[in-house]
Each structure stands twice: as structure tokens, then as C-alpha cells.
């Protein structure tokens, strides 16, 4: 195979001379995320509150990546973000809005701050990202492209995560919105919704002895997917691949919105 059919093949260059930012951008799916978008040729800035994992992005990622420490939940921290992305690289042409999590409970007993939290976390982040790389690619007068990682969580509900279902939920609706907004402007916005993802942000719950074994049973896949396997519907929605997709959300979950998920109170009450 030439060198030229082999970048076809495997997907590189569909971002080269592009700028992104990905907030979570250095763990779980936000990294996967950031590799692969270094692998098709694009400068990327990654956001995180981990100040220790940002200032090492650049050795841990190669490529022409930098690190931000950024509270994606504050609206004045994101703005900054996009700012000095725009003044280091001189344009945006990407938002992968990866930053995410949650405190579990139930609606009855949750607390106001763990609601807090989570909401804050999940939506905020999202409608704060969202809005302001809107903002900048209208003020470029360019088209540009908006990932908004979801969950299955956004569709299907599940015990102990109240918090979790409907911020993610209300961050499809925001992202259909975005999309109805700004597609006169070019300007594509989408969500990708995984499954189980075998992260560190999962393996505090898959640890718990027979919770993996649930799942499994649930996911007709028989496995949680990997982290790259999000990442690579991410980059196919923010990519020209998707020039004609927008306000969709992606699911991505081994077919296991077809049959719900377990009940895990028997693991965790």
C-alpha cells in the first residue's frame, strides 16, 4: 500500500492544520481523544483540572500539544482557554467537550451539593464550552465543529445516578439546540453517547466483586469498550467525514441500549 493510501486507510491528515481542544482531555477518552487527533496532524489543547497532568501533556502527547489547567465548570476560566489557544495556534476549528463525572445517589436522598456537583460538571461544562467556541468561530466567520461527550445515561436511566442521567441528558438537548442555532453559520454540533468504557473513572465501580459480570450480562458486545473506540466516533462527528451530520447523538455501546441496564443496588446499597 502507498504512503498516501495508507493515511486513507488509517484516517491521518483529516485534521492537519487543524486547532482543537479537548477538555479531559488527558485520561480515559479525552486522551485517546487528543492521541488520535495528534496521529491526523492537528495542534490540540488540552484542558483538565489536574494541574500535574496538564503541565506534562506536551511530553506525554508529543506532537504540538499543550496543557491548560482549566475549571471547565467556571465560564470566565473556559473563556480564558479558548483565548489563549487562539492566541498560541491563531484560529479554532474544534471543541471536544470531554470533561465529565458525577456523585452518585438517588433522587431522595442526594445531596444538594453532590446534585450540585454533577450538574455542574456534566452541563455546565458543556454549555460553557459550547457557547464560547461558538462565539469564536463566528468571530472568525468560519464553520467549525463541536463534540459533546454524552452517555448512554442520556437515554436510559439508571439506580444511584440521578444527577448523572439528567445532566447528561439535558447535554443531548443543549447540544440539538446548538445545532439548530448555528447550522445557518456552518457551524456542526454533536454528541457521542458511550456505553460502559473501561477508564480509571469506571474502575472504582467494575472493581466492586460481580458489577463487571452485570454489565456484561446487559451489554451484548459481552465487554465494556475501550477508550479509543469513543474516540474514534468523537473524530469521525468533528471531522469533514461528518460535513452533513449535525445535532445527532451517536451511541456507542455494544448494542446494550437494547436491553437496559442492571440493577445495581444489589451491589451498592
Given at each position: ?28 477518552i ?5 492521541e ?23 511530553e ?10 482549566t475549571d ?41 451539593a ?14 460553557n ?6 462565539r ?9 465543529a ?12 439508571m439506580?444511584?445516578?440521578?444527577g ?22 456552518g ?14 473513572l ?6 466492586i ?31 469533514d ?21 442492571p ?7
Amino acid at each position: 500500500m502507498s504512503q498516501a493510501a495508507d493515511r486513507t486507510a488509517t484516517g491521518a491528515g483529516r485534521f492537519a492544520g487543524k486547532v482543537a481542544i479537548v477538555t479531559g482531555g488527558v485520561s480515559g477518552i479525552g486522551a485517546k481523544i487528543t492521541e488520535r487527533l495528534v496521529a491526523e496532524g492537528a495542534s490540540v489543547v488540552v484542558a483538565d483540572i489536574n494541574a500535574e497532568l496538564v503541565a506534562a501533556a506536551g511530553e506525554t502527547f508529543g506532537g504540538d500539544v499543550i496543557g491548560r489547567r482549566t475549571d471547565v465548570t467556571d465560564e470566565d476560566d473556559f473563556a480564558g482557554l479558548i483565548a489563549e489557544t487562539v492566541e498560541k495556534f491563531g484560529t479554532l476549528d474544534a471543541l471536544f467537550n470531554v470533561a465529565g463525572g458525577s456523585r452518585s445517589g438517588t433522587l431522595t436522598d442526594i445531596s444538594f451539593a453532590d446534585w450540585d456537583f454533577t450538574v455542574r460538571l456534566n452541563l455546565y461544562s458543556a454549555f460553557n464550552g459550547t457557547r464560547l467556541a461558538a462565539r469564536q468561530f463566528l468571530a472568525e466567520g468560519k464553520p467549525g465543529a463541536i463534540v459533546n461527550v454524552a452517555s448512554l445515561n442520556s437515554l436510559v436511566p439508571m439506580h444511584f445516578g440521578v444527577g448523572y442521567t439528567a445532566s447528561k441528558a439535558a447535554a443531548v438537548m443543549l447540544t440539538k439546540q446548538a445545532a439548530l442555532e448555528l447550522g445557518e453559520h456552518g457551524i456542526r454540533v454533536n454528541a457521542v453517547s458511550p456505553g460502559l468504557v473501561a477508564t480509571p473513572l469506571t474502575k472504582g465501580l467494575t472493581d466492586i466483586p460481580g458489577v463487571q459480570e452485570a454489565y456484561d450480562e446487559r451489554i451484548p458486545f459481552r465487554r465494556a469498550a475501550q477508550p479509543e473506540e469513543i474516540a474514534s466516533a468523537a473524530l469521525f462527528l468533528a471531522s469533514d467525514d461528518a460535513s452533513y451530520i449535525s445535532g445527532d447523538n451517536l451511541v456507542v455501546d455494544g448494542a446494550w441500549s437494547t436491553t437496559g441496564y442492571p440493577d445495581l443496588r444489589k451491589f451498592l446499597a
